[in-house]
């Protein structure tokens, strides 16, 4: 009876360091895949009478979460959307799926298709809207929380 209490006690043992094992795996799986992109960057997009668009520097997406912008400062006019690339060099396409957004001060999170449609490189792309000049400035990253 003494030997089936051990041997029962052991076979426990090892189930709980097996599951507490796979949990830790799990968790760092997880963590991995949900990080993205978060990093912030500054940027500074102005646009001119002779320059009706600009957009950030295109960096890397990593997962299917919304773009994320702070502006700073601000000044005339401007509109923001997210644009797609599939290469930190190549052209960028809108992956904006319609949605606009008026660049004011504060933090906006940018719905997009990015990652869905199989680019892996974000910027965010400014227009003119109203004024002949403009400009944003604030921190930027791909991906978000």
Known sequence: MKQKEQASRRVSRIVCCLFALVTAATATIITADAAGNIRGEDFSLSISQYQVENSTSQRDKLDATSVYMRVDSKSGGIITRVYGAD??????????????????RGVTYMINNVYETGRHYAAIHAAKSSSPTAGISGVWSPDSV
């Not at 052209?91 to 949605?99: R, W």
């Open 87 to 104: 290469s930190s060099s190549s052209s960028l396409v809108d992956c904006s799926m319609g949605h606009i957004y008026p660049a004011n």
